[in-house]
């Protein structure tokens, strides 16, 4: 997520300025506010990181617009359906988060133009750039570590599900494709696109319906959304919230689709849009202690997948 601010303080944690104007990536400012958790949602992220250039020459551009083109075209409202009450079963195996950690050293990203190495990597680098913004919330550590950790379904012991089924930026189903959606053109193509119940800006869904009861497209995001959930994690609710919905870039960046949020949505929102990546390498082994111990902290030892 790129965050623009006027002269960053890197030596302070969490120092704001409040003579500047604090901005992200959709230009909206976000206030302080204190969340029902009882923690203090923050303004921003000092990373000033620039990531997702969908438009950039690179030599994944090309396969990254065609996974895209498989992903509108196959993600319908039934299919999320069928989806979900497959893997809701949690029926795979059992394992530790760690060891689910390490099962990401096979999977590479189709979706994300700036990934381009083990995915263990890009949790961990995660992981510590938001520890180090925010090193008193632990549990914001913790579901940076975890929140991709359902790319597993790329692999075959879990149904070895398409890249279009997995990764990618997520958008609702059951209301009309908002142009926001990168590469736009393709739903076109989607069997859902001249459903006269489906292609109004609202759909089957009303205003402050809460993001609950909003249908999103098949992924990551979402199988991992019903794994912590189901196995008890102790994570505050914003913790489930970041990985249910942090690849719903049409809504945290673009602000589409916020007919649909009700007022915990917009708390969540708060400490979802904080969110961002690092290409700093990270010694796994000097890490590993920490996030273990949080591990513990909240989750059982095994957990159903």
Same mark, same amino acid.
């Given at each position: ?7 960053? @303080?890197? $030596? ?8 500047? !104007?604090?901005? =992200?990536?959709?230009?909206? *400012? ?11 949602? *923050? ?15 690179? @030599? ?16 319908? &409202? ?7 009450? @497959? ?10 988060? %760690? ?33 180090? +913004?925010?090193?008193? !919330? ?16 790329? =692999? ?7 890249? %279009?089924? #997995? ?18 053109? &393709?739903?076109?193509?989607? *069997?859902? &696109? ?33 794994? #912590? ?10 913790? =489930? ?21 009700? $007022? !915990? ?5 708060? %400490? ?7 290409? #700093?390498?990270? +010694? ?6 920490? &996030? =273990? ?13």
């Amino acid at each position: 997520m790129t965050i623009l601010m006027e002269k960053p @303080e890197l $030596d302070c944690q969490n120092h704001v300025d409040e003579s500047k !104007e604090l901005v =992200l990536d959709g230009g909206f *400012p976000v206030p302080k506010s204190l969340s029902g958790e009882g923690f203090l949602a *923050p303004e921003i992220n000092s990373f000033g990181n620039s990531f997702r250039d969908y438009n950039a020459e690179s @030599e994944r551009q090309k396969s990254v617009e065609e996974f895209y083109k498989q992903q509108h075209v196959n993600q319908t &409202y039934d299919f999320v359906q069928k989806m979900r009450e @497959e893997y809701s079963k949690l029926n795979r195996m059992e394992m530790s988060i %760690w060891e689910c950690c390490e099962l990401l050293n096979e999977v590479v990203d189709d979706s994300d133009p700036d990934l381009d190495e083990p995915q263990i990597q890009h949790l961990l680098q995660s992981a510590e750039a938001i520890r180090k +913004d925010y090193p008193n !919330e632990d549990w914001l550590h913790l579901t940076a570590l975890i929140h991709d950790l359902g790319k597993v379904l790329l =692999l075959p012991k879990f149904g070895g599900l398409p890249q %279009w089924a #997995v990764v990618g930026d997520t958008f609702p189903l059951g209301c009309a494709f908002d142009e926001a959606n990168i590469h736009h053109k &393709y739903f076109k193509e989607n *069997p859902d &696109y001249n459903n006269p119940s489906y292609n109004t800006k609202n759909g089957i869904y009303w205003d402050g319906c809460g993001l609950d009861n909003v249908t999103i497209s098949w992924g990551h995001d979402d199988y991992m959304y019903l794994v #912590v959930k189901e196995n008890g994690t102790t994570l505050p609710s914003a913790g =489930l919230f970041i990985i249910r919905y942090h690849s719903l870039y049409p809504l945290h960046k673009e602000e589409a689709y916020m007919q649909f949020v009700n $007022d !915990e949505d917009k708390e969540n929102l708060k %400490w979802l849009r904080i969110f961002n990546k690092s290409k #700093v390498a990270v +010694d796994v082994e000097k890490v590993k202690p920490y &996030y =273990l111990s949080l591990i513990e902290k909240y989750f059982p030892a095994k957990l159903k997948w």
